[in-house]
């Protein structure tokens, strides 16, 4: 079972910056796609950034030009960059990793434990 491990969250004010860290016990490059996940207090989870095998990326409208996710494959980690830091941005973020699911599409069936990122106004 290949197990994820995430840092770097903490407390930020807003306009601040951090960045997340998601180290892999397994070959990264081995998943469909790498992911970080959030979920709120009250919310349903969303996912927030995508980065495929192919390295194209995607990201939720609400983190779009301030949150960068990347990856270092020698390293077997993926990190997600968050600027200009928001107090909405507050939630317990999570990196995934996905598998080929039915018709293609990514299958999130790896998790790490999650780490809190918590943005004060």
């Known amino acids: 079972q290949v197990q994820l491990m995430e840092s770097g969250g903490g407390l930020v004010q807003a306009g601040g910056s951090l960045r997340l860290s998601c180290a892999v016990s397994?070959?990264?490059?081995?998943?469909?796609?790498m992911g970080w996940y959030r979920q709120a207090p009250g919310k349903q989870r969303e996912l927030v950034a995508s980065i495929a095998r192919s390295d194209s990326t995607n990201y939720a409208d609400s983190v779009k030009g301030r949150f960068t996710i990347s990856r270092d494959n020698t390293k077997n980690t993926v990190y997600l960059q968050m600027n200009s830091l928001k107090p909405e941005d507050t939630a317990i973020y999570t990196c995934?990793?996905?598998?080929?699911?039915?018709?293609?599409?990514?299958?999130?069936?790896?998790w790490g434990q999650g780490t809190q990122v918590t943005v004060s106004s």
């Open positions: 397994g070959n990264i490059f081995s998943f469909n796609a």
């Open positions: 995934a990793a996905a598998v080929v699911g039915s018709y293609g599409l990514n299958y999130w069936d790896n």
